[in-house]
T-cell receptor, first 113, second 113 residues
Framework: GNSVTQMEGPVTLSEEAFLTINCTYTATGYPSLFWYVQYPGEGLQLLLKATKADDKGSNKGFEATYRKETTSFHLEKGSVQVSDSAVYFCALSDRNAGNMLTFGGGTRLMVKP | ETGVTQSPTHLIKTRGQQVTLRCSSQSGHNTVSWYQQALGQGPQFIFQYYREEENGRGNFPPRFSGLQFPNYSSELNVNALELDDSALYLC????????????FGPGTRLTVL
């Protein structure tokens, strides 16, 4: 079956530091890959996505590249802000599985001023 | 354009009771998916409804059931509540016209005592 593994948190960084959150996946088909962000007390917001190998998703300074050869979709940001503090979820959807989302366990990011 | 809404925001029930959670999909979306997010974990897929029919189900027992109405709103029903059912329940709507990208509501926090 499909699965997503992401690095455990919390990840604590100082403002303007470089961020990497690792994500790897297992899928039987050709999935689409997503990063969602969850702020305290809120639902999930789509941060970025990539639908095929070598695609790069980007939004609000965050980037992730779909690497089929390493089955990875690592999230990066060059300079984090305090407002980026949240929980980040890597996820995949597989057209062969009805487009349901399979999520990783989440990584909490804490950015200190 | 109205986003995905869920009600109630919070709910407290006791073991053995039954609960109904409600979701209104985003305008133009005909597919609703439900997810359970236990504290500190990633969301887990419960089931999906498309045009009033169940269109996929995750690894949840039959006491989790749902409905979708002609206006594409949806209900999640849970019978014989157990303590482990305490979680944030997320609803997401989508449509083939949006490449099935799922848009999440804010969730319903269910506490079972």
């Amino acid at each position: 079956g499909n699965s997503v593994t992401q690095m455990e948190g919390p990840v604590t960084l100082s403002e303007e530091a470089f961020l990497t959150i690792n994500c790897t996946y297992t899928a039987t088909g050709y999935p689409s890959l997503f990063w969602y962000v969850q702020y305290p007390g809120e639902g999930l917001q789509l941060l970025l996505k990539a639908t095929k190998a070598d695609d790069k998703g980007s939004n609000k300074g965050f980037e992730a590249t779909y690497r089929k050869e390493t089955t990875s979709f690592h999230l990066e940001k060059g300079s984090v802000q305090v407002s980026d503090s949240a929980v980040y979820f890597c996820a995949l959807s597989d057209r062969n599985a009805g487009n349901m989302l399979t999520f990783g366990g989440g990584t909490r990011l804490m950015v200190k001023p | 354009e109205t986003g995905v809404t869920q009600s109630p925001t919070h709910l407290i029930k006791t073991r053995g009771q039954q609960v109904t959670l409600r979701c209104s999909s985003q305008s133009g979306h005909n597919t609703v998916s439900w997810y359970q997010q236990a504290l500190g974990q990633g969301p887990q897929f419960i089931f999906q409804y498309y045009r009033e029919e169940e269109n996929g189900r995750g690894n949840f027992p039959p006491r989790f059931s749902g409905l979708q109405f002609p206006n594409y709103s949806s209900e999640l029903n849970v019978n014989a509540l157990e303590l482990d059912d305490s979680a944030l329940y997320l609803c997401a709507s989508s449509s083939p016209g949006t490449n099935n990208e799922q848009f999440f509501g804010p969730g319903t926090r269910l506490t079972v005592l």
